[in-house]
């Protein structure tokens, strides 16, 4: 037992976050003694506190930082011997592994955890809100479901598994042996798991858990009892992975690329990726600051958000949006990516327009930063800003709209193969585009003043990060399915999980646009009787959609254990990372592979995208060198004709 406690590991990590409770009793005992401040204890302030210490106690503990402690205290560099590196087990999941494929599997695993919590309170609340009245729980409570709902499946969930699915594909799609900076990616996995036990920490706060929404707007959060401490300092770790994460992203995409691998013979998943971790870099540290603020206005009595110290209650929603906005499309970006990997090898053709999808991504970076305050057109800011900001609003709909038109004309005239990933990207085609819609009518002012705080905007971001983002991870869990485990996945259950979603999801969120525009407000736990019927086959049908979960979740769990086994190519893709074994072996390629052409010259006889170690490189017939173009071992459109 000794041993287990000197050794890193989870049992050191729990010990160590008891004794980061501890430290923080100590260090406000020592402060408040040092000013004579009394009583020497208090409550509040050890807590906030002692969120702090826990979590970084429990990743010392953990060994996050033990290499980079190794070498802060000036002692010789540890010769890695690799024993922290791949799964060879499943121990091996639940500790600091430098693997990437590892960490990829840990991230979205993790991330379905606290999906499938986020979603279970969104049946309690759609069960309380069957029928007007209270039914299960009291407004409060109701509150505090919303709130950690949105959190954990913004924070928890969406970000996070697009980093997972990208932590395992990236670095074999670009020719990596593994990211840029291991340590740093492991350690980024094990913010998640701070942040998410903190939040849901919080219904045992006293006052229950926080209730001001994801969004926390002060001065509302600061007055808030202390379950709100625990989403603030939460959003801190959740926040400090992503960044860490993108900048791990972002040195590995670009320093790292296999010989050969320009930026325009990039697949769009890397191209996405990449744009991500610009808007996470930039944006991210807004929402730290805007918590941080809150935290002071809290514990210190800074007064950033307080009136009745001359606060300003603005300056938190235009912090908070100038980051928020932005992650709308941290949400979206690495979708379109993986959107674009399945269409094209689903229809057996090139990416239409493959340059301007590229660019169309980084517009995207540049424009979300100049549509921040649509989100605030009722919330008594300056009106001249309105204008400025629906037309910018408008306008970022533009390079969106080039990359619906790509993939319609990538799957025109194309041999679709109509499976389980195809059936999800084609699902987000359609729902992406109708929440798309609704979000252009948003930009209008008028029309953003009558349906502001309605089921009008649930029914947007629902259509946008459940129809859009949500289906699209879906398409990347069954499409990189195979290469992750070395299993196939059940296709009849994926089909049914699919109509089942699609159906189901359509059935609970379009109705919401009707009563959102006949004034419903959201964010309530009672309703007038004009709504009852209406409410009531919503929840009827997210009953059912909260069912067609429950259908993935044992195709995934039956097919990992006893599916049959895949090759190393079951769809015949041109990418890197179809080249190698299922699963991938531990450093990935005996050799770093030399890449020769595009990625998606599907219908070009012959065409290659790269070579590994001892393949020779044939001269593909009417191949480009431009990025378009070039495949691994081509197989073609006329193959299936």
Not at 387 to 400: K, L, Y
Request: charged content about 10%.
């Amino acid at each position: 037992m000794v041993a287990r406690l000197r050794a890193p590991g989870l049992t050191r990590a729990f010990l160590y976050a008891f004794y980061g409770v501890l430290l923080a009793y100590v260090i406000i005992f020592i402060f408040r003694t040092w000013y004579d401040l009394h009583p020497v204890l208090v409550g509040h302030a050890v807590l906030e506190l002692a969120l702090f210490t826990s979590g970084l106690g429990f990743l010392v503990g953990l060994g996050g930082f033990s290499y980079w402690f190794y070498w802060a205290t000036g002692k010789k560099t540890l010769v890695d011997d690799h024993s922290g590196h791949g799964a060879y087990s499943w121990r091996d999941y639940f500790r600091i592994n430098t693997d990437h494929k590892v960490i990829g599997i840990q991230y979205v695993v993790t991330s379905f955890f606290f999906f499938f919590v986020g979603g279970l309170f969104a049946m309690l609340m759609r069960a309380e809100l069957a029928q007007p009245g209270r039914q299960f729980v009291d407004p409060n409570t109701f509150n505090g479901l919303f709130s950690v709902h949105a959190s954990l499946l913004i924070f928890l969930f969406i970000i996070p598994v697009f980093a997972g699915l990208g932590n395992f594909v990236i670095p074999i799609m670009i020719g990596a042996p593994d990211m840029a900076f291991p340590r740093l990616n492991a350690l980024s996995f094990w913010m998640l798991p701070v942040a998410g036990i903190m939040m849901l920490l919080s219904f045992a706060a006293p006052g229950g858990s926080f209730a001001s929404g994801w969004t926390a707007y002060a001065p509302l959060s600061v007055t808030a009892p202390e379950g709100q401490v625990f989403f603030t300092i939460g959003v801190q770790f959740a926040g400090a992975s992503s960044i860490a994460t993108a900048l791990n992203f972002l040195v590995t995409i670009i320093t790292m690329r296999a010989p050969g691998m320009s930026f325009f013979r990039m697949p769009l998943l890397v191209w996405a990726n990449f744009s991500t971790s610009l808007l996470v870099v930039i944006a991210t540290p807004f929402i730290a600051v805007s918590q941080f603020m809150v935290l002071f206005d809290r514990s210190l009595g800074f007064n950033f958000f307080e009136p009745a110290g001359r606060g300003d209650v603005l300056m938190y929603q235009h912090i908070f949006w100038f980051y928020s906005h932005p992650a709308v499309y941290i949400m979206m970006l690495p979708g379109f990516g993986i959107v674009s990997e399945i269409l094209a090898v689903k229809s057996r053709k090139p990416i239409f327009g493959y340059r301007m999808m590229a660019f169309s991504l980084l517009a995207i970076v540049m424009l979300g930063f100049t549509v921040w305050a649509h989100h605030m057109f009722v919330s008594g800011m300056q009106d001249w800003i309105r204008v400025p900001m629906m037309i910018t609003t408008a306008i970022i709909a533009v390079p969106t709209g080039i990359k619906i038109f790509s993939w319609l004309a990538t799957l025109w005239r194309g041999v679709l193969h109509l499976d389980t990933p195809m059936l999800f990207a084609l699902g987000f085609l359609t729902m992406f585009t109708l929440g798309g819609i609704s979000g252009v009518m948003l930009a209008v002012i008028p029309v953003t003043i009558h349906v502001s705080d309605t089921y009008f905007i649930v029914a947007h971001i629902h259509y946008v990060l459940f129809g859009g983002s949500l289906f699209t991870i879906f398409a990347g869990v069954y499409f990189w399915f195979p290469k992750m485990t070395g299993r196939m996945y059940d296709e009849r259950l994926g089909k049914l999980h699919f109509w089942s979603t699609f159906i189901f999801f359509n059935l609970t969120f379009a109705p919401m646009h009707v009563i959102g525009i006949q004034g419903m407000p959201r964010r309530v736990a009672d309703y007038a009787e004009q709504w009852a019927t209406w409410n009531l086959l919503i929840s009827i049908a997210s009953f059912f959609l909260g069912l067609s979960a429950l259908i993935f979740a044992y195709n995934m769990i039956a097919s990992w254990r006893g599916g049959p086994r895949a090759d190393h190519n079951p769809w015949r893709s041109l990418t890197l990372e179809w080249q190698v074994s299922s699963p991938p072996p531990i450093f990935n390629f005996d050799a770093i592979p030399t890449v020769v052409g595009g990625p998606y010259e599907y219908g070009v006889p012959g065409a290659v995208h790269g070579v590994l170690k001892g393949a020779e490189i044939p001269q593909p017939a009417g191949a480009t060198a431009h990025g378009s173009g070039g495949g691994t071992h081509g197989s073609g459109r006329e193959e299936e004709e």
